[in-house]
């Protein structure tokens, strides 16, 4: 579980987050929405603290790290996978490479220990062939597979999905979707997935929040979010692509 | 105007934090030794071929023009004691350097930018692993041993392209030549001849870690970041030659 409380960031004079106060289930998806630029990237470094918290209070797992130094974040970092918006693969190192490296850093796994894990978690991204290649050669959605088995690699307690289907045509889109939901079966992590995907959101999601101005504007489950009178959430669902498959989503209801 | 000198000394301060952090953390584990050793390669022998050209030729040049000149002192059979000194106390160091700076603290400043730009650096932090620790450090760890080493293999090279005109041109035994090259030579010539590029070796790679791991505005600031890197580096060479000299002098008592 992870609670925030009254968070605060801005850069110089433009004030990002305005207070977000939140609270993420533990072993569910969580979703957080809103519009590009309004701070949901800056939200999820802000929890890992790659950025420096302004104001407020960050409760991770029980523990309070509102006040924690970079080394004293380190621990925690490493209970948190992360996937970010560009992959963020290193581009020096093949895949295998990179996907072994929090347990090459972090660990004192054997070799044929960390293979095994690797090979295992490629074939889970439906990646085995891309071992050894470098990241240069790899389209979007596979950057995004492979970045999504670095961060499962350690086995994390939560992880942060940051716009998983950004930029993905929608067949990839699907394909990573169906990952993040196979990941939450087979793992039970906490997830957090950031994103203005409507349909992506719909189809991970067991909660959401929307983020408006540099607040939380509504927090529900699915039918909350679809049936909300929130002027801001039906404006943003209004906006949504592609209208048919988010059609499907509104039917049910 | 009042912004960019603010800026100026945020940069100022987070350049010294930077050094700050990699002393702090200097035989803390983990300690990337084999990270280190990769980039003493990067960085001393992938630059030697070019180091050595530069050199090499710097002695050939050095002997044609001060030989003819001081022939007209009759004071050509000499040309070594001027060439040894110029090469060691100055001329090896500073080429060393700006041959590194060129090379090398480009190519970081240009690698550790991209990774910043392309959030491989927050992706490094966020997996716990600390970033100043595995580039920086291990870099500027590399950087003090290997600058050095090119230096005195400079200074070598250079010397021994002196021998080469001085045989050929000027007609003056090898033999001769290396009484000239070393009688004149004393401790502190080396001692300086060692300082100076451990000096340069420092600020070159401290400077292009400090462009590269603050790069912001994309690709476009990478190439801001190699420029700046590569400006400041050098200008720090030249200059920092001149105080570093001042100083030596003073404390060596030459
Ligand atoms: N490191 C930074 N320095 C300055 N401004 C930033 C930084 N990171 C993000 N911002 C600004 O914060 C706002 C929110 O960015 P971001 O969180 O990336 O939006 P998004 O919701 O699309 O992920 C943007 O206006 C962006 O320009
Ligand atoms: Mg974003």
């Known amino acids: ?253 | 105007m009042f912004k960019e000198l603010r800026q100026f000394f945020i940069s100022i301060s987070d350049y010294f934090s930077l050094g700050l952090r990699v002393l702090g953390g200097l035989f803390v584990r983990p300690l990337y030794i084999n990270e280190t050793f990769n980039q003493m390669y990067a960085i001393g022998v992938q630059s030697l071929p070019i180091v050595a050209l530069t050199s090499f030729f710097t002695g050939m040049i050095l002997t044609l023009q001060s030989g003819h000149e001081m022939a007209v002192f009759g004071a050509k059979m000499y040309v070594g004691t001027l060439v040894s000194l110029s090469l060691i106390r100055e001329l090896g160091p500073v080429l060393t350097g700006l041959v590194v700076a060129g090379r090398v603290g480009a190519g970081t400043a240009a690698e550790l930018g991209s990774m910043k730009v392309t959030e491989q650096i927050d992706a490094m932090r966020a997996m716990g692993t600390d970033p100043v620790k595995k580039l920086v450090t291990t870099r500027l760890v590399a950087g003090t041993i290997m600058v050095p080493m090119l230096s005195v293999i400079a200074d070598g090279l250079g010397i021994l392209g002196a021998l080469f005109i001085a045989n050929a041109t000027f007609a003056i035994s090898p033999q001769f030549f290396w009484k000239t090259v070393m009688h004149p030579l004393t401790v502190n010539d080396i001692m300086m001849g060692l300082i100076k590029p451990l000096i340069f070796g420092i600020m070159i790679i401290w400077t292009a870690c400090h462009m590269g791991i603050t790069t912001t505005g994309g690709t476009a600031g990478v190439g801001k970041s190699t420029t700046v890197s590569v400006v400041v580096s050098s200008v720090l060479i030249l200059v920092g030659d001149y105080f570093i000299t001042q100083i030596l002098i003073w404390f060596l008592g030459m």
């Open chain 1, 1 to 253: 579980m992870i609670e925030l409380f009254n968070i605060k960031k801005s850069f110089g004079i433009q004030e990002v987050l305005k207070g977000i106060t939140l609270s993420i289930p533990k072993g569910k998806t969580t979703v957080v929405l809103g519009r590009s630029g309004c701070g949901k990237s800056v939200l999820l470094k802000v929890i890992l603290r790659l950025l420096p918290l302004d104001e407020g209070q960050i409760i991770i797992g029980g523990v309070d790290t509102s006040n924690f130094s970079d080394s004293e974040m380190m621990p925690i970092r490493r209970k948190i996978g992360m996937l970010f918006q560009s992959s963020a693969l290193f581009d020096s190192m093949t895949v295998w490479q990179n996907v072994a490296y929090p347990l090459l850093e972090n660990t004192k796994l054997s070799f044929d220990e960390i293979d095994k894990r690797v090979m295992a978690l490629l074939d889970f991204v439906e990646l085995p062939e891309a071992a050894e290649k470098l990241p240069g050669a790899l389209s979007g959605g596979m950057k995004k597979r492979v970045a999504l088995a670095r961060a499962l690699i350690a086995q994390p307690e939560y992880i942060f999905y940051d716009e998983p289907t950004t930029g993905l045509d929608p067949i990839t889109a699907s394909k990573i979707n169906l990952l993040i939901k196979r990941t939450q079966n087979e793992y039970g992590t906490t997830s957090v997935v950031v994103t203005h995907d409507m349909v992506s959101a719909l189809t991970v999601g067991d909660f959401f929040a929307f983020i408006h101005d540099g607040k939380i504007a509504f927090t529900g489950n699915r039918n909350e979010v679809l049936k909300s009178s929130a002027k801001e959430m039906q404006d943003f669902i209004a906006d949504a692509e592609p209208r048919e498959i988010l059609q499907e989503f509104l039917n049910i209801k």
